[in-house]
């Protein structure tokens, strides 16, 4: 039984909520929710976001403009380890392999890479009813920007939504339902989250990024013993970013992202999983650069930590 | 024989670079950069690439290194050097841009800062 159900949520990890909206920078929100993991369990996972955006938005209807492209390509080496039955500590660093503009109207373009932001969290599996197979948990991630803010190359000092690391503390509280069936192969789940930036206000630069609102929605198949299959709908929402006081009016919007995935369970208690992120509406405050499409890959593997126990019985000191 | 060869060698392509690169630094005459002028064939321009925005930075100090620095819009450098550079921006950035130009060499950095402003 302990099998299934970590079997069923592990195909809930790595779901990144990629975007490329202007003017945001840092790793990729990911949701980084999992239950089922017992107590004194390592889970440890790396897994590679690609995200190619070219298609510029006006409102919720394509626009004709053309400025660049962008292109990213993301790894997240993710370490979580469960305290307690109910608590699991988790920790994040990404690493942008490449984010890559591409000015088409004069054939240029500009490269990021590097460290982006690192993400310390705690999750406390709130609620669990066994009759109901119905779970609830509270997480609370806090990221901290230790990567690159200041990336020059030739001659330029890159702009914040390109640097690696978003250069702002963010708080990240969210909640993650999910919800089996007895006998039955099909678990859904539900992840709501906000995300609210501090003000980055250095010599240099004075900016905030919007805060995010996210929610998705997700129904998993165990389709056998080792394959799991899941469709996701994605809902997000970014508040206007502020920069030197003044409000961004083309910053910001809404979309919706269809995520269709698939995990498999391998011996050693390795699992890999995949999934492709296909926006189907986006509405943009002003003219914005939108995301065309998202792949993601991840492997994971649990380890089962054994408490030692002292070797000599104390009563026979 | 071989051996000893080989360290003689080594060390004699060490002493020749360390002697080459002390007689480079010698030759170079450099002062405290000064930035004499920060100019721009446009302080506004619309958003999108059509109408990029050139600025030149005029420094005398010698080695110069120039850096070039704004939040957001993107700045490309148009020579080798690097005093050279084209700004253009996306909708997002539209509104007052401050472009700052820093210029350094071994005797210190200066800086001087331009607006350009996006519209629509």
Not at chain 1, 135 to 157: R, S, W, Y
Request: a positive charge; aromatic letters at 12%; glycine letters at 6%.
């Amino acid at each position: 039984m302990t099998r299934i159900l970590l079997f069923a949520f592990i195909g809930l990890c790595f779901n990144f909520q990629a975007s490329a909206q202007c003017c945001s920078a840092g790793n990729p929100s990911s949701d980084g929710g999992a239950l089922g993991i017992t107590k004194n369990s390592l889970t440890v996972s790396t897994s590679f976001l690609h995200s190619y955006s070219d298609t510029y938005f006006d409102g919720s209807t394509r626009s004709d403009y053309n400025y660049k492209e962008v292109q990213l390509d993301f790894n997240l080496l993710s370490v979580n380890y469960s305290l307690t039955d109910k608590i699991k500590l988790t920790t994040e660093l990404g690493y942008f392999l490449a984010k890559k503009e591409v000015f088409t109207l004069f054939n240029k373009e500009k490269k990021a890479f590097g460290f982006g932001d690192a993400i310390i969290g705690i999750q406390y599996h709130a609620y669990s009813n066994k009759k109901k197979l119905l779970n609830i948990a509270h997480i609370f991630k806090l990221t901290l920007p230790v990567g690159e803010f200041d990336q020059i190359v030739n001659n330029i000092e890159l702009p914040i939504d390109l640097q690696p690391s978003s250069g702002s503390y963010k708080f990240n509280p969210s909640v993650l339902i999910t919800k089996n069936f007895f006998g039955s192969k099909y678990a859904l789940s539900s992840f709501l989250s906000a995300e609210f930036s501090q003000r980055i206000n250095t010599e240099k630069t004075d900016h905030k990024y919007g805060n995010l609102y996210k929610a998705s929605f997700k129904v998993a198949h165990r389709t056998n013993n080792n394959l799991n299959t899941s469709i996701s709908l994605q809902f997000q929402h970014r508040k206007k970013a502020l920069n030197r006081g003044d409000i961004m009016e083309s910053t910001g919007g809404t979309s919706l992202m269809l995520q269709p995935g698939i995990s498999y369970h391998l011996k050693n208690n390795y699992s890999v999983n995949t999934s492709m992120g296909i926006p189907v509406y986006k509405n943009v405050n002003g003219t914005q650069l939108t995301n065309k499409y998202t792949f993601e890959f991840g492997i994971s593997k649990i380890f089962h930590l054994k408490i030692l126990k002292p070797q000599i019985d104390p009563k026979m000191l | 024989m071989k051996a000893t060869t080989f360290v003689f060698a080594i060390i004699g392509l060490v002493f020749f670079n360390s002697c080459d690169k002390e007689s480079t630094n010698n030759n170079l005459q450099t002062e405290m950069p000064v930035i004499d002028s920060l100019i721009t064939n446009s302080t506004r321009i619309t958003y999108g690439g059509d109408n990029p925005a050139i600025l030149k930075c005029f420094a005398t100090g010698g080695n110069l290194n120039y850096i070039w620095e704004v939040d957001l819009g993107d700045l490309f450098s148009l020579n080798n050097e690097g005093s050279e550079v084209q700004f253009t921006a996306s909708p997002c950035c539209i509104g007052e841009k401050i472009i700052t130009c820093n210029v350094s060499n071994d005797k210190g950095e200066v800086s001087k800062n331009i607006t350009i402003t996006i519209t629509q």
